[in-house]
T-cell receptor, first 110, second 111 residues
């Protein structure tokens, strides 16, 4: 059974600092890995998708890396802003479904 | 733009009632999913569908059923609502192994 872990569970940084969020998974036989953002009481917004054959994906200030063999992914958010405050979830797709981590709750202090 | 909509943002029902949660996507996606999200337990898959009239159980199907009569619509049914089904329900859709797109969620309270 796939287990997905996100560390740390919570993070508080001053505005402008770079954010590093970690995700690890136990079974490397995955199709892809997806990073999501969730605001309180809302649905999930897809940020980045990395296919299993890829090493990284970039979108604006966001960069996600994938090391499938070691079961790790890292989401980097450059020059954080208060609007980046949210919970960030990673999910790995194996077979038919996504397995989610518990998330990292980020607070960016102005 | 990709869009997944859910019929209600907030819903309050009584124990024993039959509850319908509707999800509609406008992207012609084959796959549709229902999850529930609870504090401390994260997101858990209830059911998914990979085609019209096809359905598969996820991790926690007990107490739920689903219906997919049209490609764009996937319904979650609580046959007899119970208080332990109070939760946030999230619908998602996808094409094959590509990214899943989520709806805004339905916060269901069963009293």
């Amino acid at each position: 059974k796939q287990e997905v872990t996100q560390i740390p569970a919570a993070l508080s940084v001053p505005e402008g600092e770079n954010l590093v969020l970690n995700c690890s998974f136990t079974d490397s036989a995955i199709y892809n890995l997806q990073w999501f953002r969730q605001d309180p009481g809302k649905g999930l917004t897809s940020l980045l998708l990395i296919q299993s054959s890829q090493r990284e994906q970039t979108s604006g200030r966001l960069n996600a890396s994938l090391d499938k063999s070691s079961g790790r992914s890292t989401l980097y958010i450059a020059a954080s802003q208060p609007g980046d405050s949210a919970t960030y979830l990673c999910a790995v797709k194996d077979d038919y479904k996504l397995s989610f981590g518990a998330g990292t709750t980020v607070t960016v202090r102005a | 733009d990709v869009k997944v909509t859910q019929s209600s943002r907030y819903l309050v029902k009584r124990t024993g009632e039959k509850v319908f949660l509707e999800c509609v996507q406008d992207m012609d996606h084959e796959n549709m999913f229902w999850y529930r999200q609870d504090p401390g337990l994260g997101l858990r898959l209830i059911y998914f569908s990979y085609d019209v009239k096809m359905k598969e159980k996820g991790d926690i199907p007990e107490g739920y059923s689903v219906s997919r009569e049209k490609k764009e619509r996937f319904s979650l049914i609580l046959e007899s609502a119970s208080t332990n089904q109070t939760s946030m329900y999230l619908c998602a859709s996808s094409v094959q192994t590509y990214e899943q797109y989520f709806g805004p969620g339905t916060r269901l309270t069963v009293t």
